[in-house]
């Protein structure tokens, strides 16, 4: 049941997020014991990566009132999921049998994840580190017990159709302790080190507004192409950097900067086009694949409508603006939505046309659903470059007054590196 069941997962996340990208994964240890140490910025998708990407049966440390929750509960159960008891959920029981199972677990060599900051959450950095990581590797006084720091990065993490990439960190190796109770200045060396290791692989910023920024400049510095993640991540870190030494060094560079990039971003909205735009790229496979699925394409989207709607109308009303939690809600909604939807017109199809016809409407319907999110994903990109082109050709003087406005801006960013070192 577990493994069919995170195929089924690993299929939705694959629906769900365009691209998922794991980098390090060759760091991750086949049989012996580990803790994943993650950041934690999007609800119940986060465990939903290391649960279908590790090549290894992964249990995690979650919140008790979860085993409590309708449907919830019952997947945490058969997960192996190892209850943790905080004060303000008022739920029975103690961090010692917390810390019991889980050093139990790890004894057979077994892999625990563990969100060390506590909670999800939507800040622009990490939280200060809760200590159970390192009090659970550290009392459970294994010789070849290793801690991965591992960091989750989402294009737009509440954006259907959006990216994912999944950061595996340097291993740290736990010198063991012989006592349950690990002495203060242990805990809190290892507590650092995770801290450490979660550093390198996140972006992190001071505020949202340098977070957007970094985003903001680093898809007009690379626009031209569509790079893998582990690029965009590692620049967008690079980016965080620049920024904070503008900030601190020359603040009226910094300020002509972002004059110069809300200019830009004007002239494109004037335009109507996006920066991806400056260089459209006709796709005539892309042309010819719409061309010929565009029938199913129709009926697919005609029948899996109504759920998108729905999951959109719930995400908004449950999320309560948390984008942390938007994605949960929306991948839960789809889960339920989407299958509940195609079995209805299956049952109607069986009902008014035989068996036969409910079954292959049944078998077909998924598929058909699969072909309309890809087809018209084509057809938006088609209709952008289609817009960008005659920008292009009809507006001469203007394309090239986008074009002279973003070399001057990924010119800045260039001198920026160099001073820095990159």
């Not at 794991?22 to 803790?35: M, S």
């Not at 465990?47 to 049966?57: A, G, I, K, M, Q």
């Not at 029975?92 to 057979?108: D, I, K, M, P, V």
């Not at 985003?215 to 967008?236: K, M, N, S, W, Y």
């Amino acid at each position: 049941m577990r493994k069919a069941i995170t195929a089924f997962f690993r299929m939705t996340l694959r629906i769900f997020f365009r691209r998922i990208e794991l980098v390090g994964l060759e760091r991750v240890p086949r049989e012996r014991a580990v803790i994943f140490a993650c950041n934690h910025p999007n609800g119940l998708v986060d465990p939903l990566f290391l649960l279908c990407f590790t090549e290894r049966p992964v249990s995690f440390l979650g919140k008790a009132p979860l085993f409590r929750y309708p449907f919830i509960g019952w997947l945490v159960r058969l997960f192996e999921t190892i209850p943790v008891y905080r004060k303000q959920d008022n739920t029975a029981g103690t961090n010692h049998e917390t810390f019991e199972r889980s050093r139990a677990l790890l004894g057979r060599g077994g892999a625990i994840a563990i969100f060390p900051e506590g909670t999800t959450h939507d800040d622009p950095q990490l939280r200060e580190l809760k200590t159970g990581a390192a009090r659970i590797a550290l009392g459970a006084s294994l010789d070849d017990l290793l801690v991965v720091p591992t960091g989750i990065y989402y294009t737009a993490k509440h954006r259907f159709r959006s990216a994912a990439l999944v950061v595996f960190g340097e291993p740290l190796h736990v010198q063991p302790v012989a006592v349950d109770d690990p002495p203060p200045e242990d805990v809190e060396r290892l507590t650092d080190a995770i801290d450490a290791g979660l550093d390198a692989v996140t972006v992190q910023a001071d505020s949202h507004a340098a977070l957007e920024l970094v985003g903001r400049l680093e898809d007009i510095f690379t626009a031209d192409h569509e790079q893998p993640l582990v690029e965009e991540f590692e620049l967008r870190r690079r980016f965080v950097v620049g920024y904070h030494y503008l900030r601190t060094r020359d603040p009226e560079r910094l300020r002509r900067l972002l004059s110069a990039v809300a200019q830009f971003e004007s002239s494109l909205r004037r335009a109507k086009i996006g920066v991806h735009g400056l260089k459209p790229r006709i796709s005539f496979g892309r042309l010819r694949r719409v061309l010929v699925m565009l029938p199913l394409a129709v009926a697919g989207a005609i029948v899996s409508y109504p759920a998108y709607r729905l999951v959109g109308v719930l995400a908004h009303r449950f999320s309560k603006g948390e984008s942390a939690v938007m994605a949960t809600i929306k991948f839960l909604a789809a889960m339920l939505l989407y299958p509940l939807t195609y079995l209805l017109v299956a049952i109607f199809a069986g009902v008014r046309f035989g068996w036969m016809a409910g079954l292959a409407t049944g078998l077909a319907l998924p598929f058909l659903g699969y072909i309309a999110l890809i087809v018209f994903e084509d057809i938006d990109r088609i209709i952008g470059d289609l817009r960008a082109l005659g920008y292009r050709l009809f507006r001469r003087y203007g394309y090239e007054r986008l074009v002279a406005q973003r070399r001057a801006i990924r010119d800045e960013i260039a001198t920026v590196a160099r001073e820095l070192g990159y």
